[in-house]
């Protein structure tokens, strides 16, 4: 009791097969700054590895011409550990988004990302609505971004 332990075949029950996640945020790519729209699914494979899937709606105004819209979806990895109700999560993941270069000369193109992240759920009474963030920093195409949402969820 009150030891922090790695999700093996006892701790599976705690940590759901399926997580479901719609979450709001912000987001700074230098040099912009987006409200930030993620939803997500995670799969957990084995103890705490999970298979995570997404997609996610930026959205700016910080430009003369209007809105700035920067849709992406996601892919990656996660390891979660049960510690209660508590359960932190550390993961990578790939980010593939359209970046539509409004009021510019450029055409709309591809960003290729990468990020570290790190994140939690709070499963009251460990039920299966969870409370959670999300934390990432990494690379989108050239240019360095970090992120930070919150959101609400489900687990079965």
Partial sequence: RGKARVAGRADQSELGRVRLRLGAGYTYIYPYSYGLVPTEVSFRLVAGLNVDLGAELGLSREEDFGWTLLPAGLAGISY?????????RLGVIL?????????EADEAGL??????????????????????????AGMYGEPFFVAGTGGVGLKF
Avoid: E
Wanted: glycine fraction near 20%; aromatic fraction near 12%.
């Fill in 111 to 136: 960003r290729l990302g990468w990020a570290g992240r790190f994140g939690g759920d709070i499963r009251p009474r460990g039920g299966r609505l969870l409370v959670s963030f999300d934390l990432q």
């Fill in 95 to 103: 980010r593939l988004g359209v970046d539509d270069q409004s009021g």
């Fill in 80 to 88: 979660q550990f049960a510690l209660g109700d508590f359960h932190p």
